[in-house]
Structure formats: C-alpha cells, structure tokens
C-alpha cells in the first residue's frame, strides 16, 4: 500500500494500518474472520 493515498470506504489512511504492528493485524485477521463464519 502506497502512503498519501486517498482514504477509502472506512476512512482510515494508510498510515494507520502501517503503524499498527503485527499483533493489531493478527487481531484484526482473527476478528474479521470470526465474523465471516
């Protein structure tokens, strides 16, 4: 993902996914996935 983009649907930049880390991202994939079972 390219930083300085426009913003999409959730109104999050990129930078903010990119400072997140690792387990913010594991979290995420887990709860997303929770949620599509």
């Known amino acids: ?3 300085g983009k426009a ?3 959730d109104d999050n ?3 903010v996914w990119k400072c997140l ?4 991202v594991e979290f995420l994939t887990s709860l997303f996935n929770r949620v599509l079972e």
């Open 1 to 3: 993902m390219k930083s």
């Open 21 to 24: 880390g690792e387990a913010a």
């Open 13 to 15: 930049p990129v930078e």
């Open 7 to 9: 913003v999409g649907p």
